[in-house]
């Protein structure tokens, strides 16, 4: 039986993928990065550890103890904790933060994959275990999108598309083809709540792929807290890319949206 080591950050996403890889044989040695992990990801390993994201040498001291050769990356980890000092990183974890050209999203995660080949742990795609969750194109709601929202999401698909080139975010918040609010380091419930702020309801939410994924980590993601932050917001349509991005706990997030008068379309 192979092992696989999840390194978990928050939300149902590394949940759902350590039930997939139980359910296909693996040995899963789950890593909690985040206080705010879901523990339910314990259910579904032979083993669960606490390690937080900034320790990377206790990190990879785990995964070579525990025989680990190959990770997966998933859950939401915001690039913001680096900048606020919610997390004190060890001498090794500053010494690959220093080393970097940049603190962009891509540049981050690379240097950690590097890290963790390093040691002879590989780092495979984060959609391997649940492509199911990716919506194929198409309205996923009861409502569709009116004429002027379909012009919004056509103009804030191709804003966001723009807005991952340049490695910065993957949502956008637009209203009558005007940009409400581009996501940076606060990431998508922040960028949304700003948005819908500045956009006094109406506004659509348009979340796509980096136009060069990297599908080890960071593939968009949505989920129940992206519909209650487009609800406080007054938002009224969330625009996915097809097949491209995952949608946990579809059945829920469709009923919610449904019952606010929301359209949700992957396109």
Same mark, same amino acid.
């Not at 963790?116 to 959609?127: N, P, S």
């Given at each position: 039986m192979e092992k696989l080591g999840i390194l978990a950050g928050a939300g149902k996403l590394p949940v759902e993928c350590a039930k997939a890889a139980k359910e296909l044989g693996y040995e899963v040695y789950a890593v909690a990065l985040l206080k705010e992990t879901d523990t339910a990801i314990s259910e579904f390993s032979v083993d669960y550890k606490q390690i937080s994201v900034a320790q990377l040498e206790a990190i990879l001291n785990y995964l070579t103890e525990n025989q680990i050769h190959l990770v997966t990356m998933i859950g939401k980890v915001t690039k913001e904790l680096l900048f606020n000092n919610a997390v004190i990183p060890d001498i090794k974890m500053l010494q690959l933060i220093m080393s970097l050209p940049n603190r962009n999203d891509d540049t981050i995660m690379l240097a950690f994959v590097s890290e963790?080949?390093?040691?002879?742990? &590989? #780092?495979? !795609?984060? #959609?391997a275990l649940i492509k199911k969750l990716m919506p194929s194109r198409g309205t996923i709601t009861k409502r569709e999108p009116t004429e002027a929202e379909i012009k919004d999401i056509e103009f804030g698909m191709k804003v966001a598309k723009e807005l991952g080139r340049l490695d910065i975010g993957q949502t956008v918040v637009v209203k009558n083809c005007a940009v409400m609010a581009l996501e940076a380091i606060e990431g998508t419930d922040a960028c949304i709540l700003r948005g819908g702020k500045l956009a006094g309801g109406g506004a659509v939410v348009a979340k796509?792929?980096?136009?060069?994924?990297?599908? &080890?980590? !960071?593939?968009? #993601?949505?989920?129940?807290?992206?519909?209650?932050s487009m609800i406080e917001a007054g938002a009224t349509v969330l625009a996915i890319e097809a097949d491209n991005t995952l949608l946990v706990e579809r059945e829920?997030?469709?009923?919610?949206? !449904? !019952?606010?008068?929301?359209?949700?379309?992957?396109?």
């Open positions: 963790l080949e390093k040691a002879g742990i &590989r #780092t495979f !795609d984060q #959609t796509v792929a980096k136009p060069k994924q990297d599908n &080890r980590f !960071d593939v968009p #993601t949505v989920g129940l807290k992206t519909l209650e829920k997030v469709a009923a919610l949206a !449904d !019952d606010k008068g929301i359209a949700i379309v992957a396109c």
